[in-house]
């Protein structure tokens, strides 16, 4: 079947991913993919463009991590697209091991961006500020689109009253019976594990049991059975900054000073650009002991979350 052919004008969400594994995640949840447009010679950026829900949305890479690119290319993306609102920025983050209203942050749970308190939805950290531990607002980063923060809590609502989960229905448009999809299967809650703050992972680049990193420093927590068909999500205060955080200390720390649920490195750099909702799958604890497993059904669950929330929005007539 031909794909359809709209045009630039009718495209008003972007959807922005950092890394192809999220990239992939997000194709997988359009319902409808649309025929590549022209632009012009100096937007360097690949679209892909397609609808979920009725929306138009336009889904676009980053050259490479970090704010720089980021904001970069959101740039051009404004250029090409004049109507372009706002944007789900969607990827994999690492999580700040604490309860919130939803319980205990764990892997392959979502945070999305919220303002609380004096805090806009995200905070900006730097390097230098980062190692010496003190993360300071690198001014004022926009708050989430209204119309963003409304849908996501009206999806909240909704999802309550519901007997199965739509986020976790959607996970399930990934075929992971196919070789190159494997990574976005659901690794199982028994490969969840967090340590004891000061007890760093013994061997680099091996994984926790091959370098021999003790279970008796991990940290028990009750497995929720329904976790198994269930995507929990947590609303609050994310971090975006140029460094990888690698260190449960210094990660705890940021944390409770900052009331932090999650750290990410792109945010700040669309932020600036571009009213965002930030959508984040936990795929490590931002420690030592930090790998690739959860890397997959981190960034399926948090596309899971995005293609949801077009189901909340509401359809302006222009667009059908
Ligand atoms: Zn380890």
């Avoid at 969400?13 to 950092?18: E, S």
């Avoid at 308190?117 to 989430?144: F, K, T």
Wanted: some cysteine; overall charge negative.
């Amino acid at each position: 079947m031909p794909l359809r052919r709209l045009n630039h004008d009718a495209y008003k969400v972007g959807w922005i991913c950092a890394l192809e594994i999220e990239q992939i995640a997000a194709m997988e949840m359009l319902d409808e993919e649309h025929e590549p447009l022209p632009q012009p010679e100096n937007d360097t950026n690949i679209y892909s463009l397609g609808s979920i829900n009725d929306h138009n949305v336009i889904i676009v890479g980053l050259p490479s991590m970090g704010n720089c690119s980021a904001a970069t290319v959101v740039t051009q993306m404004k250029m090409t697209f004049p109507n372009l609102k706002y944007g789900l920025l969607v990827g994999i983050g690492g999580g700040v091991p604490i309860e919130t209203d939803a319980g205990m942050i764990r892997l392959g749970h979502v945070v999305v961006s919220k303002p609380t308190g004096i805090h806009p939805g995200v905070i900006q950290y730097n390097h230098g500020d980062a190692m010496l531990g003190i993360l300071e607002r690198g001014g004022a980063l926009a708050p989430p689109p209204i119309v963003l923060l409304n849908a996501a809590r009206e999806m909240a609502v909704r999802r309550h009253r519901r007997e199965y989960d739509p986020i976790w229905e959607n996970t399930k448009r990934i075929p992971t019976g196919r070789r190159a999809l494997r990574r976005f299967g659901f690794p199982g809650a028994d490969k969840d594990h967090l340590y004891q703050p000061h007890y760093e992972h013994q061997r680099k680049a091996m994984s926790c049991q091959e370098s021999g990193c003790d279970p008796r420093q991990r940290i028990e927590r009750q497995i929720d059975e329904e976790d198994d068909s269930y995507i929990v999500v947590h609303r609050g205060t994310i971090a975006s900054g140029g460094l990888v955080i690698a260190d449960a200390q210094k990660r705890d720390s940021l944390a409770q000073e900052h009331g932090l649920l999650c750290f990410e490195m792109e945010a700040a750099g669309v932020l600036n650009n571009l009213p965002c909702l930030v959508i984040r799958g936990i795929c490590d604890y931002c420690d030592t002991h930090k790998n690739d497993v959860w890397h997959g059904f981190a960034a399926a669950a948090a596309a899971a979350y995005a293609r949801q929330l077009f189901f909340h929005l509401p359809i302006q007539e222009a667009q059908r």
